[in-house]
């Protein structure tokens, strides 16, 4: 992997709208009228009666003290004022660049701003400032009017803007702006005092007594508030602990927080930046170590090494704030704001600190966005706008970048085009190696190519403070929409990051290792890391549960139970209702999570949820649930317990913390899940196609399968690719000549779902007496079917229905040919997608035969794939090619037919089928030698030992 520690990229300031120029200027006196504007449209179709919608346009006038303009007309009201404002800014000649002052001028407007702030007006105004210097007048002797020269660094926005002209360095050392304003102060030493002991300032000459009488009136409360607060304290070895600030409307209460830390006043109490939103007042009030305030004027050589020596360094704190935060500290949301004279307060537990914890990290954005905290997961794709839940990842990635004090990520776009070569039945990139991926109402899959289309790569790069480079994100794949590339790219970043903050034991050489995997470079180290080290340190006090206690699960003596020591004592009940969630899909479940302790008898719940719906397969949900909900269908219920969950979670969701943290002390607790299965949606394939067809393809397909096993008279079957055994399942439905039936396929939790539904439709057909059914064995393997092995020699009829373009194209091809070569059974169907039937599915017009023969190209380029999984979708030419070569290469005729839709009619069937047989020959059923690849039995049922 490639690393440049020192590239640096200029930071750009963000460019103000023309609107916002002319609010410098002018504010409230520029005013700006919105009209709707009726154009006259040329009638484009004459005799039609029916009413044609035309667009809205709008034009805006904007008046100003000195002229008034005239925008053009646009379809948004928006755009139409930002016109006006730039053109009234082009007619006064307003400049709009913004020069930043020097340091010496930044020097000269500092002290102008705090004479201005402790002037008589100032007192009167809605500023927070206002606040505290009011609050202070309540305060004895020479505290009288005494303001934290703190509050003044925090409070005031020109301040601090001015200080980051004199020196860059104010944005992560809270500590320089005090030295800035302290020495700003010595020159208005006639006019204010400050401290040698004390950071503070003061007025010499009192306030006019008729205006402090004034506001004391108004003010004259013995009201007591209580605050819940927070205590953070600086050794890691500490809990932090909840805290309540008894608080008289009469008192300032910076002295009550500073009487928290162990001071008699708030002279020296530091405030942190505001945590989360801009307009929130939770911030973090902490006191600096004495010898590093008597030296403020001077500056250390490495500050936050100064602080380790002192070992006063809170890193929790630190992490939150992104300042070096010393000390104890208490996290509280008080202040004064804009909008009322009053003091502003919100309670702050021990809950919204563990929210607030996991608000920074990529997974916890997410699963606070989803209001499931125990349930969410931060999912690896990004299938489909439609199947994503949740925050998007682009609108994640911003908010991890303002959590951790960098700037906006930089989204660049790069277009480009594509040209196309057909090599045998593929359509492969000319002159490129990246990966192409279609994205048709946001479905991702990868593409054959098409000459002249445009596509799209984006390119992330994100930046610190000061505009250096930490790391650029370059994925290969190409999308035919922007809006798809973001996301992707979002995601890729996201997911990258998240496997630090979800491991304490993953290395951060480790991680930066895994970075090309992701198409991501890192150009500085020492930024990442320190953004990973706070959550670290969190995470190393909140280790995984282990409850000392497992309980043995209900079926884990089942062949087909697989979910391994994670869940315990799962239990299903209700009715099977056949309606199950598969690969795509869309469940929707009623969830409750309880905290449990067996010796104690107690159970307290801590996280529920009436719907929470997420996509299967793509890691949208705790990896417990959705292996439990694979194996439910709609309308039953779970119960399971499991020992494996993250203290921090646990807090982030629960409301008492004090009654969490002395369950979790119990060596017997466990986390117990309830889950009901609401309702399924069915991926986007299935439900195209009940659009369209009654009954489903998905049955057509079945019926024909049934057709050939009663006209070759088959008495076993092996379906490739079983899945989760629908096939097998419904073939148990009509009479058959087969007496065993054997299902292959590569996914475990696939064949866990068979085994399960086959079971239980096999026992109640034993208790019938055998009846409805003459299967006499059904068998399911586990294994890849383009591995040979001799347990699936010798059938006499193979399945293989809709399978192959869920492979890549050339694992297709040697399917193909191992199925033909060394598992040869008599017969063999083989269906998948008609590409060219698309345009009937997705709604599209169908072709004239004009444009069939002038533009074939173009009725390919303008189709999507059915489903987002597909890897590839053949066109009757290219099927029957694929086909036709195979069945040649090992002496098989072969048949064309197909489901939904007519052969004769264009374009075709909807699901196009090959029909492979070979006529019986002795020789044919002896073994041939090959490699031989040993199918591992997941399940097996036998009507005997029933």
Known sequence: METREHLVVSHKKPTLTPKAIIHQNFGDKACYVVEEVKEVHQIECPGLSIPQMRPCLYRCTLQLPELSVISGTFKKKKDAEQ???????????????????????????????????????????????????????????????????????????????????????????????????????????????????????????????????????????????????????????????????????????????????????????????????????????????????????SKFANEKETLYLMGSL????????????????????????????????????????????????????????REAILAAELPSRFTTRANWRGSLPRDILCMFCRQHRLSEPLFSFHPFKTSSVLSGSSLKVAESGDNVIEHGNGVCVTSPMHSDSEMFKCEIKLLSRCGDLILLCSPKDGYKKQNDAIQNASLKVLSWLDMWFKSVILPFERLCETADDFNIQIYSNDIISEILAGQSTHNGQLNAIQCNKLVEPTFMNSSYDMLGNIVQSLKIEGPYSGVCPCNGSLPCIRYSVSLAVESQNVKEVIEVCDEFEFEVGVGAAVSCIEEVVMQMSVGQYAYFSTNFLTSNLIFASAGESTKMLSLLSSKDCSIEYEISLIKVAEPPEERMEQALFSPPLSKQRVEFAVQQIQESHATTLIDFGCGSGSLLEALLNYPTSLEKMAGVDISQKGLSRAAKVLNSKLSANSDAGGQWTSVQSVI???????????????????????????????????????????????????????????????????PTQEQEESDEKTLLQSCKFRNHDHKFEWTRAQFRQWASDLAARHNYSVEFSGVGGSADVEPGYASQIA????????????????????YNVIWEWNSRKE
């Open 780 to 846: 399911l393997y586990e294994g890849s079917i383009t591995n040979f092995g001799s347990q699936l020699h010798g059938f006499d009829i193979g399945t293989c229905l809709e399978v192959i373009e869920h492979m890549e194209e050339d694992q297709a091809c040697l399917f193909g040919d191992v199925a033909l070569s060394f598992f040869r059974p008599r017969i063999l169907i083989v269906s998948t997608p008609n590409f060219e039937y698309n345009v009937v599915l997705q709604k599209s017009s169908p």
């Open 83 to 297: 016109s006006a404002a730039e053109i009234a800014i082009k007619k006064l000649g307003i400049c709009t660049e913004t020069i930043d002052p020097t340091p010496q001028e930044a020097q000269e407007s500092l002290v102008a701003r705090i004479a201005n702030i402790f002037s008589d007006k100032f007192l009167l105004c809605d500023h927070p400032l206002g606040g505290h210097i009011r609050a202070t007048l309540w305060r004895k002797g020479d505290l009288c009017g005494s303001i934290p020269i703190s509050v003044l660094a925090v409070y005031d926005a020109k301040l601090l803007s001015l200080c980051k002209c004199i020196n860059p360095d104010v944005e992560s050392n809270p500590f320089l702006v005090i030295s800035f304003i302290k020495r700003a102060t010595t020159n208005l030493c006639q006019y204010l005092a400050t401290s040698e002991r004390h950071l503070y300032i003061r007025r010499l000459s009192p306030y006019p007594q008729d205006i402090v009488e004034s506001l004391m009136k108004k003010h004259d409360s013995l009201e007591c508030i209580q605050v819940a607060a927070i205590r953070i304290p600086s050794s890691v070895e500490q809990s932090i602990e909840p805290v309540i600030l008894h608080i008289s409307l009469r008192e300032y209460y910076l002295d009550v927080i500073a009487n928290e830390l162990g001071f008699e006043d708030a002279a020296n109490v530091m405030i942190s930046r505001n945590l989360g939103k801009a307009s929130s007042e939770t911030r973090l009030f902490f006191t600096a170590p004495k010898p590093y305030l008597q030296d403020l004027c």
């Open 915 to 934: 029909l492979f047989k070979r006529d019986w020959k002795l020789e044919d059923d002896v073994l041939k030698h090959a490699d031989e690849h040993h």
């Open 314 to 369: 809170n890193v929790r704190a630190s992490y939150f704030s992104g300042q070096d935060i010393t000390g104890d500290a208490i996290l509280a949301s008080i202040g004064y704001t804009r909008k009322s004279r009053d003091i502003f307060y919100e309670d702050v537990s021990v809950r919204l600190y563990y929210r607030m914890l996991l608000g920074k990290t990529p997974g916890g954005i997410y699963k606070l966005s």
